[in-house]
Each structure stands twice: as C-alpha cells, then as structure tokens.
C-alpha cells in the first residue's frame, strides 16, 4: 500500500500567515492527490483535487502543488474559519490511502 | 444540491454485522459511485472501498475482503454497506462520498455514522 506522510502534524499559527503543509508518497502517484479539511465533528470538506485544482466553491486563498511523490497545500492569508484538520489522500493506487493529518491551530 | 444523508449510529456486539445507509440526492444516482471511508476515534481516514452505481461494479480494501459488502439500490437512491465479524477496532465514524470516477475524486460526504463495538 502507498503510504502518506504529512508534515507537519501540528502546525500553529496567526490570522492572515501563510502556511504551507506537505504530503510525500512512497512511491509515484502522478498527481492524484487530494487535499481535505475537517473540523470536529464534521464530514471531511473535498479542497483540492489532481493535486492543483480548487473544487468549485473552495476560496482561492487555497492553493495545491506538486507530482510524483511531493506535494503541498498552501493557504494564503489565515480566516478563522481555517483552523482545521487537513487530510491528504492519493487516489492512484488501490487501496486509496490517507496521510495522518495536520492540525491547525490559532497561535 | 448533492446531499448524502446517512442512517443513524448503532452499538453493535463483537461479531455481529452492520449495515449503513446512503441516500443520495440532487444529481443522476447512476452517473456516480460511492465511496466508503471510515475514522476510528482521534485517527486518520481509511479507505474501504467504493461501488459504481452503474453497473454495481466495487473494488474493496484488501484489509476487508470476505467481512464487507457493499450494494446499491438505484430505485431508491440508497448505497449500502454490510460489514460483519466486528470487532472491536470496527468502532468508528463511517463516512459515504459521492465518487466520480474519471475525475477520481470524492466530493460530497454523508454526514457520517457512528459504529460502536462493545461487548
């Protein structure tokens, strides 16, 4: 099975930074890689998908890069609404596989 | 607008089965799949496995083959999940997405199902 490694897996920081979360495979995964937020409680939220492209509705301050085995999610410019559980998922090889996930917190 | 809407949590004795619904809304049933993930309490996601609500088509997770089975209804709208043998490392929040194929992507999610297994 692929595996995903997340980093990092906590992350603290304020209103309106700029954050930059990575997602590694352990083997070649093209760019079928997905980005998630989850808030407590409730059903993960579909960011990013192909690794770069915004599902519709999702703010631009999101954004998604990489292919191959490296890849990372960028948010520019923290709401509040932001600080969430960030999920990463490759969709190349079954089984789909998951990163552990990166908490983010309000510094 | 897509709505999922899942069947309601269930405490469950180690070795019983479970089954959890999907009922979608809000789009062509047939043109999509669904996908089935689950959360254990304070841990990732998990893969499980997903069905092409065309033609029943499933692939599932290696971990779980011979334990799960999963269907669709299309009259209904409705996509099922029958886990059995549970144990207690099956306790988890049980989550259905919509699933496009060709995009392979998951972009509308139930709003989840609790699963506990308890002796």
């Known amino acids: 099975d692929i595996q995903l490694t997340q980093s990092p897996s906590f992350l603290s920081a304020s209103l309106g930074d700029r954050v930059t979360i990575t997602c590694r495979a352990s083997?070649?995964?093209?760019?079928?890689l997905a980005w998630f937020q989850q808030k407590p409680g409730r059903a993960p939220k579909l960011l990013i998908y192909g690794a770069s492209t915004l599902q519709t509705g999702v703010p631009a301050r999101f954004s998604g890069s990489g292919s191959g085995t490296d890849f990372t999610l960028t948010i520019s410019g923290l709401q509040p609404e932001d600080f969430a559980t960030y999920h990463c998922?490759?969709?190349?090889?079954?089984?789909?596989?998951f990163g552990q996930g990166t908490k983010l917190e309000i510094k | 607008q897509v709505q999922l809407v899942q069947s309601g949590a269930e405490v469950k004795k180690p070795g019983a089965s479970v089954k959890v619904s999907c009922r979608a809304a809000?789009?062509?049933?047939?043109?999509?799949?669904i996908t089935w993930v689950r959360q254990a309490p304070g841990q990732g996601f998990e893969w499980l496995g997903w069905i092409s609500a065309y033609n029943g088509h499933t692939n599932y997770a290696r971990k779980l083959q011979g334990r799960v089975t999963m269907t669709t209804d299309t009259s209904t709208r409705t996509a099922y999940m029958l886990l059995r043998s549970l144990r207690s490392d099956d306790t988890a929040v049980y989550y259905c997405?919509?699933?496009?194929?060709?995009?392979?992507?998951?972009?509308?999610w139930g709003q989840g199902t609790l699963i506990t297994v308890s002796s």
């Open positions: 083997q070649d995964i093209s760019t079928y």
């Open positions: 998922q490759q969709l190349n090889n079954y089984p789909y596989t």
């Open positions: 809000g789009y062509t049933f047939t043109n999509y799949g």
């Open positions: 997405a919509r699933r496009d194929r060709y995009l392979r992507l998951d972009d509308y």
